[in-house]
């Protein structure tokens, strides 16, 4: 019976392979890694250079600038789960009135002060208030409340079903009465 041994000549023909292998696997991943951190970086940059233009926007009263601007911070996150602009539209819109109490005195989206003739948008549940083309274009991103994070989606729905409800309960003559 013979026992095998290692001999000298061994280890010398499988040793390149082996380390072959070996640093081909470190390569992979490292290759992944450094993609992992250039897109983190990368993010980091655009939303740097983003807020660095909503505040030039914002200060020069271009809004329509700074809405895209929203619109496109949306994008670079790849968050498409806001409301539809259907349900926008629902939400009641009318003119700023500052006798009411209201959640302040300026929109906290665009940081610019309410005036009278501007159309605003109180939000249901939360019952916070913002300029209607911030918080539409704000909704179209995220179906959160930019104050409280009150998911606005849930709120309408549970003031619908509420809605039928009270609806279902109203007395209703019968036909032909």
């Known amino acids: 019976m013979r026992i095998y041994s290692l001999s000298p000549e061994c280890p010398a023909k499988y040793f390149p392979l082996f380390w072959i292998i070996l640093l081909f696997g470190f390569g992979l991943h490292f290759i992944e890694i450094s993609f992992f951190i250039l897109k983190i970086y990368w993010r980091a940059y655009q939303?740097?250079?983003t807020i660095?233009?909503?505040?030039?926007?914002?200060?020069?009263?271009?809004?329509?600038?700074?809405?895209?601007?929203?619109?496109e911070l949306g994008e670079i996150y790849n968050d498409n789960t806001g409301l539809l602009p259907a349900?926008?539209?629902?939400?009641?819109?009318?003119?700023?009135q500052p006798n009411l109490q209201e959640n302040g005195e300026s929109c906290v989206i665009c940081l610019v002060e309410f005036n009278?003739?501007?159309?605003?948008?109180?939000?249901?549940?939360?019952?916070h208030t913002f300029h209607s083309e911030c918080v539409g274009v704000w909704l179209q991103k995220k179906p959160?409340?930019?104050?409280?994070?009150?998911n606005i989606r849930n709120s309408?729905?549970?003031?619908?079903?509420?809605?039928?409800?009270?609806?279902?309960?109203?007395?209703?003559?019968?036909?032909?009465v």
């Open 116 to 127: 009278a003739e501007d159309k605003v948008i109180t939000l249901p549940k939360c019952e």
């Open 52 to 71: 660095m233009n909503m505040n030039q926007f914002a200060e020069s009263g271009d809004y329509q600038r700074f809405n895209q601007t929203i619109l």
């Open 144 to 150: 959160l409340c930019p104050m409280c994070r009150g």
């Open 47 to 49: 939303l740097r250079r």
């Open 87 to 96: 349900d926008i539209e629902r939400l009641e819109k009318r003119y700023y």
């Open 156 to 176: 309408m729905l549970d003031l619908e079903s509420q809605a039928g409800q009270a609806s279902e309960n109203y007395y209703r003559p019968p036909p032909g």
